[in-house]
């Protein structure tokens, strides 16, 4: 008989041994915390919902400080007034500790979200000591096996590997909550989206997300020809705050590159949109383009850069033909995001391979298909990946479509904390009630069987109302940077 089918006296001790202690294993199980990546306002809620659940929990975030990825568009007043910001979890505790909630009406920056809203949420005597900054998880395990073994590993705790102020520790959890976000991992500009030698060689000429051209990085851009490279909310920002500078210094010059044919898909909702400075965002830059104020160039796709001097060639194609524009100085590029997946690679998830959103959301949120991210309601049963109890939330949910708002992922982790805790009620109830965009039509809602459940007053942002008139979930869009 082989070695691999025989069996002996030590040989069977040992394997009741380890049933013995797999038995156990859940047990001991339940007395570990559960792990919440990105200290984002999702990444808070997601605290402040196990704090009131009970639950024992540790955060990591990569930053510093809380909100590491919104100190650096610190500048940027969001769309969505304070009603849509604040998860009620995070309000319940903060004003049992005597905080005074904003005006709900009031559009808050970035900066103001950090410092009256998330910051308070960070020194709450029930979440402070379980927050770990300048803590970047590298690496999700299941302890003692790789990805390819199936036995019992449900019954076995994550270990989050982190780098904590450049030292190499580990953490075990019983669950993970990813709420790490996209904003630290751009897109290239490259239309292709693959991180070319040229592109990575310009790195001093080329700015990433949403600088601050008429504050501190005045210097950078003033009297320039500064190309700005995106259609969302991002460049849309940049753009106006360029055309300021502008004003300052005449000798300015911007460039707008977009691969979109049409520039009415970029003005949005204008004076339809609920969220007035949402609408006003279209309405200004339209306004711009008129005054001639931009140098716009549509359905352009970029190719290579090259250097001549000081100054940046971009060369690409424009309706099917090459295209080449001169004389770049400085380059905003503002083509969206996408997951860190790496750190995930050897726990099993579920990740749509074209837009990497979680896999059940994807239909709901293709930019190929919706210009607007219509989505139903979900929770905790379509964010639930195949590695037990691993849940991917908030912007990261998403993947690389820029539509998510920060109320849905509050909404998101309420529905996962709930069935952690064993709360499947809750869990399974998911609410919205969102602002209309005032873009798209009305149409039927249907569920995963294809069959007419309510109505949504606009498919880009109207609530999804029930049988009973009662608002169930609503399409989401980007706060203020997609």
Known sequence: MSDCCSTNVNQVTFM???????RQLPNELNQLPVAVIGGGPVGMAAAAHLVVKGEPFILFEAGNEIAGNIANWSHVRLFSPWQYNIDKAAKSLLEASGWTAPNDDVLPTGGELIEQYLRPVSQLVQIQPHIHYNAKVIAISRKGLSKVKTLGRDKLPFVIHVEVNGDRKTFEAKAIIDASGTWSQPNPANSEGVWTSDELALSDQITYGIPDVTGKHKDQFKGKRVLVVGSGHSAINSLLDLERLKEEAPETEIVWIIRKAN?????????????????????RIEKMVENGNVEVYTSFNIDTFSKNENTISVEGHQYGKIARIDGIQEIISNTG????????REVRTD??????????????IDPNIHSCGTVRPHGEKELR?????????????YGRAPTSLMATGYEQVRSVVAALTGDWEAATKVELDLPETGVCSTGNL???????VGKT???????????????????TNSSCCS
């Open 351 to 364: 990740i749509e391979s074209s837009i990497e959103s979680v896999h059940s959301l994807a239909p709901l």
């Open 16 to 22: 009741r041994r380890d049933e013995i202690k797999a």
């Open 446 to 452: 249907l569920n995963s069987s294809n069959v007419v």
């Open 337 to 344: 995001s996408r997951p860190d997946l790496d750190f995930l």
């Open 385 to 397: 990946q195949p590695e037990h109890n691993l849940y991917i939330v908030g912007a990261k949910s």
């Open 263 to 283: 520039l009415r898909d970029v003005y949005g909702g204008q004076e339809n949109d609920s969220l007035q400075e949402r609408g006003t965002l279209g309405i």
């Open 457 to 475: 007053a606009e498919c880009c942002g109207g609530a999804v109302l029930n049988e009973k008139r009662v608002s169930v979930s609503a399409p």
